[in-house]
């Protein structure tokens, strides 16, 4: 029977009554908590402080050090009342489903659910804000410049540029969200503009009336949205898209990263499973093939760069995809299904010989990556701090790694944090270890979602010069080595290879002498997660 992640976890995740969806903090009961320095959390979100003001913050904690204990967090297990799910212990998690058409979002929607629902957890589902506003009447032909609607012979395709080739004469006065964006992206658009711009701003409300029920609900929670605000970003040209963002005062770190706690991508049927992709029995459907293929991408890539974001592809059967997609939302929780479903994806890492020139990548996002590890019971039991961002705005994440109850595969639990919570976990950290800094690039090729970790200094001289590539896959063999990125001189999988463990990698003390350093209880090349692939070595070395 599967165990959720509320029996496995150390802390809990707290939810409020934000309206952003991503406002929480840590709740530690241990009674050493109570008796630090530290402050009670402010549950409002400060992700947006300068670094001035967090610099000023650090000082004091590092000031604090030295006055007050350090709890950790396996004080804190000793202490939580494990069972039934508590105001403390409850769970908010916010997911989109998103991917080009006949990907299987709407049977991934049910699936989940049901899924979701044997283990006790409340499940809502958020409607595709598109679909629901363009259904009240709106018209391509009300949105532009006045001009007389087509008629059979006089209409021309040229002369609506708006509208997509594959629809048909009646499907032009009528709505598609895609066919919308065109209209909004073109000189003559301004209506259609605006009220894609009032789309989005109806979607936040909508998704936030979602989120608070959420936080109001006495169980475990799971909210699905269909398709998120990003999604809008696929189908509008990039200065359209920019001005829309600066008017509103939006930022890529809070509406993609911080909004939603994890993206699923289910990826076309016409990408991989021709034989099975139909436009039968779909009003709103009506793409060919290759458009499919084409819209799929696109909006894939308007997601690039959340740090959850997980694509699954069509190299399975349909019914082994949708278990996929459910054991990456269990993974991403740190939920124990037991043998409910097969484990598949996996994740790969892999050591890169050199940088090559931005040039030769795909389109991609950079973001400033910053690690702290903290204080536990031992070498089982990892805690971590993660601050990742763009141009100041910034994500923060609490990450535990443990065994799982089964003692075999270990299990990941995140947790989003506030800025406050941050900065007081920081008093927890553990001084034999380095603070980790990255520079992470994000870019998806052939259907796979990567991760480059470029390390930066100050560091231990171990981690100059390092370049780690990490995705999640369920290829082997050569389908695996043919959708990696050959732009890359890959030298070798490292996964599962302690000597590039970030955990050890930020060791202070030499690895010949610590007692820190951790080794797995089996380690094989090419192994994680109980799940054994073929040691991957490309071009030659």
Partial sequence: MATTADQLMATALVPTNGTNGNQSTLLTV?????????????????????????????????????????PTAMNSLKLMKMGSVSTKDKRVYKIVLTGGPCGGKTTGQSRLCTFFENLGWKVFRVPETATVLLSGGVKFSDLTEKEDPPTPTTYVYKDLPFAAPEHSLIDLTASCPRCLAKAASKKNGSEAYKFQ????????????????LGNSSSRNCLIICDRGVMDASAYISKDKWEKMMAGNKWNPVEMRDNRYNQILHLVSAANGAEDFYSTEDHACRSEGVELARELDYKSAAAWVGHPYFDVIDNSTNFETKMNRMIESVCQKLGIDIGDRLQATSRKLKYLIAMLPPDSEFPPFADFDVVHHYLQSAGPKVQARLRK??????????????????????????????THRDYMNLLAQRDDAHFTIYKKRRCFLINNQYFQLDIYREPGHPRCKGLVLLETYSSLTGEALKNCMPKFLNIVKEVTGDPDYSMYNLSLKEDWSTTKKFCRPATHARGATNGVTSTPLVLNGL
Avoid: C
């Fill in 388 to 417: 990742r961002g763009q141009k100041n705005h910034w994500s923060y994440i609490h990450t535990q790694r443990r065994p799982n109850v089964h003692g075999q595969a270990r299990i990941e639990v995140k947790t989003q944090l």
């Fill in 197 to 212: 711009e009032n789309l989005i701003r109806t979607m936040v409300q909508i998704e936030n009336t979602y989120f608070e």
């Fill in 30 to 70: 241990a009674t050493t908590m109570q008796s630090t320095t530290t402050p009670s959390t402010n549950l409002k979100s400060n992700s947006n402080s300068n670094s001035n003001n967090e610099e000023e913050q650090q000082h004091q904690v590092d000031n604090n050090k030295s006055t007050s204990p350090k």
